[in-house]
């Protein structure tokens, strides 16, 4: 005996749009990964932060010991650190200028045929000095030999106020001034 | 019609099921999975930069723990000969006469600005170098122990004294009358936390000469009772 059946030859009109037809297939499969994914990453950094919270603990119990230590040397750092400190101030206060070096430049003036009879000193470097000479030809020679320190740097800016000549023949006269860097010999 | 609906729900239920999924996902990474990240990285973080502290506070311990404070501790006494922690006018008044005595001249008058005397913390004068007691002295002598006398101001073997202006007359016998205007330099001393415990050799050089200057100081013991609850006039 033969089974009738029928047979349908419409084709049914497929009236899905795309985005639904893309939704049906990817949604599910995103949504699996997307929970995989974040179980994973779970207990992933979840395992980690118990294992790193217990390192903690350790570097934090070390961390106090080692503060506790260091406090217990305070004071030694401290005598240490004044110690240094102190001797900082007093290398500034010995890289000042001597002033007993400065005399001496203007003292071996003297050696050029002038008498200092007087001078001034203010804040290391500004001097002025008040000299006699006793002919012009003294007052020459000077003049040179002070052309010659200011070369040797040992005093710049020089600048001469009026020279007097006295009744005796002598000459007076005040010679203005700043320190230079170079030292004398002696 | 409900075949209909029952077909759409049948037909998109992954899909919802899918998108539900997400959604929750979302949350919970937003809730639990971005603070435990959160975390684990401050916590990381944390204990990077506490082994690096704890590196270098293990370095101070080592150096400190076996460092012999002795050595320093004399030292400091020395320094302070130098340049004392207070005024202390009746040490500068000591000084004076110390480099009179060694030089040779004669200290015609000599004055010290006593500025506040109550308190050390009071108005000072102080400059780059620290506070200072200003003096001025008129000095008699000739040109070599006015030199001598300069020359010991800051040699070391008692407190430091600077001399920044002078004014000279030189008489025709040769003598000199200078009048000097100098600081004498003081400071509280400051506790300062240091990681070196090695002097540099600039530092050793001047500790030498401090040392050396005072090879034979002996220390005079103040015993003196000056008026009520005070140790002396001048000092704390």
Known sequence: MIEKRQLNLIILKDDELPILKSARKYLPIAGFISLAVFLCGYF???NNIVKISSVQEKIDSDYRMYEKRIENLRAKQQLTGTVISRLDQVIKLEKLPKQELTIDKIMSLEDYGVTVTGYTISDFEKISISMTASSSAALDNFVEAIHEKEKNKEFKEIFARSVVREKDGYYNFVLELKNGAAKTSG | MNQHVLNIIK?????????MVLMV???LTYSLLVPNISKYEAIKSSNTSRQKKMADML?????FETLNTQQYERDLVNIIRVLPSEKDFLSAFDRVDQ???SSGVTIDSLTIDLGSVSTVS????ADQYGSYLALSLSVRGTSEQLKTFLSKTNDFSGRIIIVS???SGIKNSGDIQSHLEAKMYFGAL???DSDNIQLSQAQQTVMDKILASQAFFVQTEDTGVVGKGKKNLFTR
Do not use: D, P
């Not at chain 2, 037909?11 to 998108?19: E, F, H, I, L, N």
């Not at chain 2, 009071?122 to 004068?125: D, S």
């Open chain 2, 190 to 192: 400051k506790y300062a």
């Open chain 2, 25 to 27: 996902v979302l949350w």
């Open chain 2, 59 to 63: 370095g101070q311990i080592s150096k």
């Open chain 2, 165 to 167: 202006n002078i004014k």
């Open chain 2, 11 to 19: 037909k998109y239920q992954w899909a919802v099921g899918g998108a």
């Open chain 2, 99 to 101: 480099l009179q005595r």
């Open chain 2, 122 to 125: 009071a108005a000072k004068k």
């Open chain 1, 44 to 46: 992933y950094y979840y």
